[in-house]
């Protein structure tokens, strides 16, 4: 009976030891999965920098049923503001859906981009401080999804890799549940990034 009681012991530890193995195996591939289903990358390209509203809303992705778009338009648009503030005012004003910008959001574009429109331009694939942030054509960019971007409901934060920064850079939107459409909620990649080499005294 001794050892019969030890190999059944020994059988029930195996057997347990297992379950727990596979349960711990399982939470490990659910979370990799969710991970994988809310962490990845969209490329867009562009034809044009749209230069007025009009141009905007003929780009496929101003259909803006995705803030990947969304985000990748805005980009677009800013690219605009150094030929034509005015236009690009009245874009972002159409991005932002039922809220136009305000004021302040208008004289935090004009201080982050009125002495350094490359700023815009170096979100676009190709554009280097090597080349003074000139993007290559057709004009691409990639939006980035992270685990936490889509955390609250209605609302999405995405980011952008600037040629001239080592991190990406966010942009913040808003869901409209009643037509399912993104809009722009704030520009949040227009910080600093590394000089163009020519206005570089350092470089």
């Given at each position: 009976?001794?050892?019969?009681?030890?190999?059944?012991?020994?059988?029930?530890?195996?057997?347990?030891?297992?379950?727990?193995?596979?349960?711990?195996?399982?939470?490990?591939?659910?979370?990799?999965?969710?991970?994988k289903?809310?962490?990845?990358?969209?490329?867009?390209?562009?034809?044009?920098?749209?230069?007025?509203?009009?141009?905007?809303?003929?780009l496929?992705?101003a259909?803006?049923?995705?803030?990947?778009?969304?985000?990748?338009?805005?980009?677009?648009?800013?690219?605009?503001?150094?030929?034509?503030?005015?236009?690009?005012?009245?874009?972002?004003?159409?991005?932002?859906?039922?809220?136009?910008?305000?004021?302040?959001?208008?004289?935090?574009?004009?201080e982050?981009?009125?002495?350094?429109?490359?700023?815009?331009?170096?979100?676009?694939?190709?554009?280097?401080?090597?080349?003074?942030?000139t993007?290559t054509?057709?004009?691409?960019?990639?939006?980035?999804?992270?685990p936490?971007?889509?955390d609250?409901?209605?609302?999405?934060?995405?980011?952008?890799?600037?040629?001239?920064?080592d991190?990406?850079?966010?942009?913040?939107?808003?869901?409209?549940?009643?037509?399912?459409?993104?809009?722009?909620?704030?520009?949040?990649?227009?910080?600093?990034?590394?000089?163009?080499?020519?206005?570089?005294?350092?470089?």
């Open positions: 009976m001794g050892l019969f009681d030890d190999l059944k012991r020994m059988a029930g530890s195996t057997v347990k030891r297992e379950a727990t193995n596979a349960i711990r195996n399982a939470a490990t591939d659910a979370k990799n999965a969710v991970g289903g809310r962490n990845h990358t969209e490329t867009f390209t562009f034809p044009y920098i749209p230069q007025s509203l009009a141009e905007l809303q003929a496929p992705e259909s803006l049923d995705s803030a990947f778009k969304t985000t990748a338009l805005t980009l677009a648009v800013l690219c605009n503001y150094e030929y034509n503030p005015e236009a690009t005012f009245e874009m972002l004003d159409w991005l932002k859906g039922p809220a136009d910008l305000s004021p302040f959001e208008r004289q935090f574009i004009k982050h981009l009125g002495s350094a429109t490359y700023k815009a331009r170096s979100y676009f694939h190709g554009a280097t401080p090597q080349n003074g942030y993007p054509s057709p004009y691409t960019i990639t939006v980035i999804e992270n936490y971007s889509f609250n409901e209605n609302w999405a934060t995405l980011y952008i890799q600037s040629g001239g920064a991190n990406p850079r966010g942009m913040k939107l808003r869901q409209k549940p009643s037509t399912g459409q993104w809009f722009l909620n704030e520009i949040q990649c227009l910080s600093q990034i590394r000089l163009p080499v020519e206005e570089d005294p350092w470089a």
